[in-house]
């Protein structure tokens, strides 16, 4: 069992920049890869950005590539979201995701592990 824990949102205003982080329970983090997943409000929850376990290879979906930078401490059990140039459209609950195997993942049904969510408000 993993257990992840996100923190770091917040209310900012458009161009603005927050850091997500993601922390997580257990000794065997570096073997997941992980990702973070959002959701706008009346939306269906979509996908972000990943990393691998290792941390070495990492994929975005292109709202978010040149202005999201994902990465990970394997020492401290954390994943990070650096967010810059943020849009109002961006506004959402973001979380974060873990599944058993070291390659990154766009699918929602191949993470097994959630977080609970932390919302992210970018106003105009």
């Known amino acids: 069992q993993v257990q992840l824990v996100e923190s770091g949102g917040g209310l900012v205003q458009a161009g603005g920049s927050l850091r997500l982080s993601c922390a997580a329970s257990g000794r065997t983090f570096s073997t997941y890869a992980m990702g973070w997943f959002r959701q706008a409000p009346g939306k269906d929850r979509e996908f972000a950005a990943t990393i691998s376990a290792s941390g070495a290879a990492t994929y975005y979906a292109d709202s978010v590539k040149g202005r999201f930078t994902i990465s990970r401490d394997n020492a401290k059990n954390t994943m990070y979201l650096q967010m810059k140039s943020l849009k109002p459209e961006d506004t959402g609950v973001y979380y974060c995701?873990?599944?058993?195997?070291?390659?990154?993942?766009?699918?929602?049904?191949?993470?097994?592990?959630w977080g609970q969510g932390t919302q992210v408000t970018v106003s105009s």
């Open positions: 995701a873990a599944r058993w195997n070291t390659w990154w993942s766009v699918k929602r049904s191949d993470y097994e592990f």
